[in-house]
Structure formats: C-alpha cells, structure tokens
C-alpha cells in the first residue's frame, strides 16, 4: 500500500480512537493520565536543558515531541503520513508536508527563533508567536499530540525570553465544553491569528 493511501486510523486500536501505545493501555483515560506524566517530565527535561545556544528549529520541534512520548508511542516525533481532518478543517495535505514546515522554519530561523524578545513589548512577541503557532496549526505536523507539542514549543521559547509558560486558562477546555483555542485554531486555517493572538496575549506573563 502507498504510504497516501494508508488507513488514516491505522494508528488507533481497530474501531477506537485509543492510540496504539508501547504499554498496551486500551482505557483513554488511563492512556490520556500517561501522556500526562510524560508530557510534565518533558517539560523538564528541555526546560532544564534551554542554553543560550539552543535553536527552536524543526529538528528541536520533532525532538520534542521524540522524546517526551516516545516510552509511549512509535509516532512520536515523526510526521504524519495521512491527510488529516477534524470538524471542518483539513489540514496541511501529506504531500506538501515537509516542504511546507520547512518553510515555517526557515523563516523562523530568520526571526532568530523569536529568541530576541525578552527586551521587546510583549505584544510584539505574543504577534510572533500567534503568527507562528497558527501556521503550525494549520500545518498539523504530527499524527497525534499536536496542540500539546506546539503549546510546549512556544511555553519554552517564552521562558526562553524571561516569561512564564503560557498560560492558557480559561482558553482549552472549560466545563461547559467551550474551547477557545479550537475556536482560534479554526480561524488560523484561514490565515486569520487575531484570536490566537488574544489567548497568547492573555497567557504571557514576565517571571519574577
Ligand atoms: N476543527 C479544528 N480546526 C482547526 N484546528 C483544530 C480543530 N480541532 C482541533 N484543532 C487543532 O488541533 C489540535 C489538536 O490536535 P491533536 O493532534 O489531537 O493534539 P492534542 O492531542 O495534543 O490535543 C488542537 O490543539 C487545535 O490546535
Ligand atoms: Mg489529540
């Protein structure tokens, strides 16, 4: 079978949406617990690992993803091979894949990995980051653990400049089910930020 005419759900248990995962977990909710201590020691290990010289370039952005999950999942920290949907939004298509992110990255490259922000306004940085998180929503690199992955990404960039993670508070999840963020994700595959602009605004604060 070509690799574009893969099952798209090849890599969930057959009819579930629990990914296949190294541990066998087939509860969800014991899997998504998992995928929570992991995602906690993986912000550790690279906050903890940030130097002056590290670039926030597509390897690091895979190796992020690679080494926080990869206990768990054979996907972790490669792209996806499947087109990709969800609700309305299609997402980067396969085939303009890698050469799309690799022009995400080259002009984030440019941009010095947004690593010269800690003396910037902060709107400038959250425009930045907005910009950037939206094109990598769109792009949807990654077979699962996008938002979790990309979130990560831009928390290290801003403690990389002095601030806190971003905090994200009332913009995931709430109990009445709303999700600002999807809300903004849907608006970045139209090319539109200013929502995602607004939750990155909201969540930026300087560390003491
Ligand atoms: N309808 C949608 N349109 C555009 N983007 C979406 C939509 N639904 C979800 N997303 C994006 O996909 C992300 C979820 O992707 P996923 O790979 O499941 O990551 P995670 O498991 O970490 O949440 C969300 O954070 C959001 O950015
Ligand atoms: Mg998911």
Do not use: W
């Amino acid at each position: 079978m070509s690799k574009y005419t893969q099952d798209k759900n090849y890599i969930y248990y057959k009819n579930t949406n629990v990914p296949i995962n190294k541990l066998n977990i087939r509860d969800l909710k014991t899997l998504e617990e998992e995928e929570r201590k992991l995602l906690l020691e993986g912000y550790k290990y690279f906050h903890e690992n940030l130097t002056d010289s590290t670039a926030f370039d597509e390897i690091y952005f895979k190796e992020l993803q690679r080494k926080t999950f990869h206990k768990l999942y054979d996907f972790a920290g490669k792209y996806r091979t499947v087109n990709i949907s969800k609700g309305f939004s299609t997402f980067c298509q396969v085939r303009f894949l890698e050469q799309t992110s690799r022009e995400i990255f080259k002009k984030f490259a440019y941009e010095n990995y947004l690593k010269d922000y800690s003396t910037k306004p902060k709107e400038e940085f959250a425009n930045k980051i907005a910009y950037y998180m939206c094109e990598i929503i769109a792009l949807h690199p990654f077979f699962e653990l996008n938002g979790r992955t990309t979130r990560l990404f831009f928390d290290l960039i801003a403690t990389y400049n002095g601030y806190e993670y971003i905090d994200y508070q009332g913009a995931l999840e709430t109990e009445d089910g709303d999700n600002k963020f999807i809300k903004a994700s849907i608006d970045c595959m139209i090319g539109n930020d200013s929502q995602m602009n607004q939750i990155i605004l909201n969540g930026l604060k300087r560390s003491e």
